[in-house]
Structure formats: C-alpha cells, structure tokens
C-alpha cells in the first residue's frame, strides 16, 4: 500500500489547513487511518486516528481544534487543522493499518508561524 499526503504549508497562528492522504496499491482492507507527527528534536507522536466504523481518539493537545476524516470509497484519509499553534509545526505523518501491514507516507511539513 502507497500513500501520498498532500496539503502541508505555512499559515499564521489562528489559521487552518487541511492534510489529505490517499492510498493506493494492492489494498485488500484498510482498518485504522491516522496521522502522526514529528517536531524537531521529538520522537513522532500520535494527533488523531479514524477506525473504518469512525471511532475516533485524539491526542489531548489537538482535542476541539482538529478533526479526522476519511472517505472509504477514496481510500483517504483527511486532518483538518483550525486554531493552529506555533507547537502545532512538524512534519505529519499519515498511517494506515490492515491485515498484517502498516503503512506510512512520505511525510508533510506543516509550519505555523507570524
């Protein structure tokens, strides 16, 4: 499985983005779509995933300002961003999960800042 994420850039404090990330390849079933990711100096850490019965789990730090999505029919998976923050700034990271495979994408830098 492939997958290609798109949507990263810089914005002001305040302001929105959405990520999207669509999987492509051999897919026999996708079951959680996700995104992570990576500030300089961190270790990669969990923003929100989306099982394929849309149960959803965000970390507490993007709670009421991001949203996770996806469309089954597209395979993709999508993170819109409001509120941004400063702190908010990494490159993201989308993941998938199937029957014995995990998935990443090549990543997508997001940078909030004045």
């Known amino acids: 499985v492939q997958l290609q994420a798109s949507g990263g850039g810089l914005v002001q404090p305040g302001g929105s983005l959405r990520l999207s990330c669509a999987a492509s390849g051999s897919i026999v079933r996708i079951n959680n779509m996700g995104w992570y990711r990576q500030a300089p100096g961190k270790q990669r850490e969990l923003v929100a995933t989306i099982t394929n019965s849309g149960s959803t789990n965000y970390a507490d730090s993007v709670k009421g300002r991001f949203t996770v999505s996806r469309d089954n029919a597209k395979n993709t998976v999508y993170l819109q961003m409001n509120s941004l923050k400063p702190e908010d700034t990494a490159v993201y990271y989308c993941?998938?999960?199937?029957?014995?495979?995990?998935?990443w994408g090549q990543g997508t830098q997001v940078t909030v800042s004045s």
């Open positions: 993941q998938v999960t199937g029957p014995l495979y995990v998935s």
